[in-house]
């Protein structure tokens, strides 16, 4: 549940102390006998997880602006004060009335809002140097009555915001168990002055500013500078201010999804009274904290107890919010029982190593936890119904389930074949010895002679006679990361000419991501290979930084892109004598996507999702877009991350090329992946051609350049098979040398210039592999 904290404004803290008895002596320990401690006890009588207060008052502001802000022409006493400054500076230390905060017992019930008028990014040095000096010394004081939390005031101007970061990077060494919280307007590109303040007038009252009527990324710009300079400290978070409005566009807003936000701040002016005189917020702001609940952020209250609004009272504001919150899909998602986001609750953004299955045995604990999975079973046992029901001969069907693990899906065989009333004899083929044992155990208890149960590993045991349809359950978070090709390979040996296999065909997908958290789970292990691990990760803290349309050049495919596909039964590897493969070379596979970015961001690392034909127009999918339709809440699955060492900044409406490779040897089966960025500008010798060429003999100029090349995307038998593929069909233009535009004088000339890429991750599977 969503922690509420409310605001404590100096004002707050006055009304409170005048309300205090007056007497000297309290009349018991336990006497709330300090402000501070009063609003702490009213704040959780009104439901307050705590509250945030000032650490400091306007006393203190005014001794460090008379000591700080000194102009050439100001007061007689100067040089008196320029000492005091001097000596301020050497030992930085507050007086007992320049703080609101004195107690152990206070410290514990609230988050300490360092001063909002220390500029560490001011346009002059003097002043970024004594803000600076004010900040440690207000953290130190923190640190030492131990306050967990302080909320840090926001950075003011772009060209300096470097100079903040530094200050607070400073901070974070300064104060190493305290949390740093930036506090961030979400959006208010007229706070953003690009300029210094001028001595003109005339330029004075209309500095050059970012257009405030676009949405703008530059305030998530300032933070990312901010996280960079500090070396994505996981001890520094973020505080979003919404008391600017919103972007009319809110996909901007996506990126702060992947930040790690920890308080959002609502003042109650950015509340609206509905019909009725309650406190609500405007739809898009609603939008968007209702997207922001799924990272449980804490909500910051401020100014409720104005009266701003005609009905509702103070407890209004926490009601409504409490509502979003219940409200809010991926909350709803969660308490559903039967849900992915309900069964993946406490693994979100957990980074987990894929399995092994051909080198390490299963536990026990890990067949149940998938065996749990309702939606797979279900689309397995109408893929093996409908292949039954099909099955154009009278006779008797052999079926194969290879890797029964603890025999899920021979109880699924059984149940469709009652259901068609054909009679079959089945094999079930295991490696595992001890999940062996179960399926020996429920072949006593369950099936009978309705089961022969076969020991040994698929690709080099044999079977006692063909078989009409081969069934097996070995695909993983990208399809084929857990060696289902190289598996069934062997088991293929089984199946007739004309047999069925289930899974027909999988697909992997792909997709470029940022996430903060990721990125620093990821670097968190001191073994370098953690880096350039892929992962299963339940994504959660993540923004999707692609989408669908072309992008500048026009070449750019959809948000989520296919990468390559395996068919079963394969026809096109070389056997040997025994029927098997000679080499693995195969199930080598290479891709090249291009994406369209259309908003700054920070590319963190790659999401591999799977799309699987099982028969027919029956499937399996973990595809963003599309796994409501195919196998919606399906829990076997959570989507691969390939991360990246280093994060690669992406400006706005850049493409980003990806290229991935699945590699093989005789022992190990591996990823390597690499991106590049590019700008898409005009003048250039590399010119996007609008058309498919119909010619396929490719033409050449002097610099070498190929056309037509491989289409960019491929139409997948998936999209075909189990969904509508007039909803994904995507023309993919290609490059050429040749110039061919509809109307070059209006497009212009397009080409691409580089902009930065990434190192080549996992060479030669050296920090990870899967071994056959």
Known sequence: MTTLVTHVTLADLLKTALSLPTSATPSSPNELETPVLRSIAEAREKGYECIGLPLTNDSWRSRWQNMCLLSPDEKPDKQSLEVKAEQWRIRPCFARDEVNVTQLEEAEGLIAFVSDWLELDAWDDWVRHDAETALLQELAYASYLGTH?????????????????????????????????????????????????????????????????????????????????????????????????????????????????????????????????????????????????????????????????????????????????????????????????????????????????????????TYNTFEQDPIKYRNYEEAIFRAITEWPKPDKLIICVAGAGRGPLVARCLSALTRTGREATIYAVEKNPNAFVTLQERSQNEWGDKVKLLFGDMRTMEVPEQVDILISELLGSFGDNELSPECLDG?????????????????????????????????????EAAKETPYVVMLSSINIMSDNGGGLSGKCGPRVQECWEFEHPRRDAVLNAQGLPMTNSHNARSAKLTFHIPHAGVLHGLAGYFEAVLYGSIGLSIHPERMAKISKDMLSWFPLFFPFKEPLYLPSNCELHVSLWRLTNERQVWYEWYAEAFLALPGSSMILERSTPTSDSPSEDAMGLLSPSKPLTSSSSISSAIIDADDYALTSPTFSSNVVMDDETSLGRIGLV???????????????????
């Open 754 to 772: 580089k902009i930065g890429q990434t190192s080549l991750h996992n060479p030669g599977g050296r920090s990870s592999w899967i071994g056959l």
């Open 149 to 365: 939390t302080a909320i840090l005031p926001s950075p003011r101007h772009r060209a300096h915001v470097a100079s903040y970061a530094r200050a607070i990077n400073a901070a974070l060494k300064a104060v190493p168990y305290m949390q740093l919280s930036v506090r961030i307007p979400i959006y208010d590109p007229s706070m953003i002055q690009l300029n210094p303040p001028t001595k003109d007038p005339e330029e004075e009252e209309n500095p050059s500013r970012l257009g405030s009527d676009q949405p703008s990324i530059a305030t998530w710009e300032m933070w990312d500078v901010i996280r960079n300079v500090c070396g994505y400290n996981p001890r520094l978070t973020l505080t979003l201010d919404l008391t600017p409005p919103l972007p009319s566009q809110l996909k901007v807003l996506d990126q702060w999804i992947a930040e790690p936000t920890r308080f959002i701040f609502l003042p109650a002016s950015t509340f609206h009274s509905n019909a009725k005189g309650y406190p609500v917020l405007p739809k898009g702001t609603q939008s968007f904290v209702r997207d922001m609940m799924k990272i449980s952020p804490s909500v910051i209250l401020s100014g409720t107890n104005a009266g701003r609004h005609g009905k509702g009272g103070e407890a209004a504001y926490a009601q409504y919010i409490r509502h979003l919150e219940k409200t809010s899909p991926a909350v709803k998602a969660a308490r559903t029982a039967g849900t992915v986001e309900n069964f993946a609750l406490g693994y979100q953004d957990y980074l987990q190593a894929p399995l092994q299955p051909l080198m390490d045995n299963l536990q026990s604990m």
């Open 491 to 527: 088991a293929m040996r089984f199946l007739k000419p004309d047999g069925i296999s289930i899974p027909a065909s999988y697909t992997a997908h792909m997709a470029p991501l940022s996430s903060s958290k990721l990125f620093n789970e990821a670097r968190a292990a001191k073994d």
